[in-house]
């Protein structure tokens, strides 16, 4: 068991160069094989599993990406943490976000969907990075993968919610249905139609912002799985306590 990861990161492919001396690890699950392989390496001297959201290629679109096999995967090769928004909003449609399908209903506690441990040191890790982040916010999930009209972007903004993004959920369900930690640190790119100008955002504009923070995207998870508790403090490993599983988990 000493070389399975107590760390996971779930993001782009520009992440991978973060991890050092890394190894892929093909694992397959009940619902099918993740994303792409596992990589697994070094961190601040901390055993880090990876798996990139869309595959390498970038050939999953946000509706189609094997959320349940992914979060699977990290569970087989350890618990995974990460952070910063508190609260989510899901406005996806036919995305499956249970693994307890068959057997009774499993109903976990979802009212803070994200881990308060890994938003307190992502939230620290920032400050020390001098990243001044937003430390109270909502992330709206939509379907994607075509953005906003201009009208939803209004309407998504008049509810108080401030974040908006096509792969955060499932994500944080079915992490909480594997017990696992889980928070988002979520990069702003764009304004999305939220601007009476222009046309609002396109894809080049997002990549572009992405690759400009890369580096720095990096550091900050570096530095917060430096500040990472060896052990688990905090409610997620025990929110599945009294209910009965129809499945046994990894």
């Known amino acids: 068991m000493a070389d399975l990861a107590s760390v996971g990161v779930i993001g782009g492919s520009g992440l991978y160069r973060f ?3 890394a190894d892929q690890v093909v694992i397959d699950t009940p619902f099918g094989l993740p994303s792409d392989p596992l990589v697994i390496g070094e961190v601040a001297g901390r055993r880090v599993a990876f798996v990139p959201r869309h595959g390498r290629d970038h050939r999953f679109p946000p509706h189609a990406i094997p959320y349940r096999a992914n979060l699977w995967a990290l569970r087989s090769n350890g618990p995974g943490t990460l ?3 508190d609260q989510l909003v899901d406005r996806t449609t036919g995305r499956r976000q249970t693994f307890y399908d068959d057997g009774g209903a499993v109903h976990v506690q979802f009212a803070d ?7 307190a040191h992502a ?3 920032a400050h020390a990075l001098r990243w001044v982040p ?4 909502t992330l709206v999930i939509i379907d994607g993968p075509r953005f906003s009209t201009r009208a939803e972007s209004y309407w998504y903004a008049a509810q108080g919610w401030t974040l908006i993004g096509m792969t955060g959920h499932p994500e944080a369900v079915l992490a ?5 930690c889980y928070t988002p640190i979520a990069l702003v790119t764009d304004t999305d139609a939220g601007v009476e100008e222009g046309e609002g955002v396109t894809q080049s504009e997002v990549f572009r912002a992405f690759a400009q923070n890369i580096d720095r995207l990096r550091e900050l998870l570096v530095n917060v799985i430096e500040r990472l508790p060896a052990e688990r ?3 997620c490993p025990h929110v599945l306590d009294g209910l009965p599983l129809p499945v046994k988990l990894p």
């Open 19 to 21: 991890l050092d001396s």
């Open 83 to 85: 952070a910063v928004p």
């Open 113 to 119: 969907p994200y881990c308060p441990v890994g938003r």
């Open 123 to 125: 939230i620290a890790a």
């Open 134 to 137: 937003v430390q109270s916010a």
């Open 176 to 180: 909480r249905e594997l017990a696992l």
């Open 233 to 235: 403090d905090c409610p």
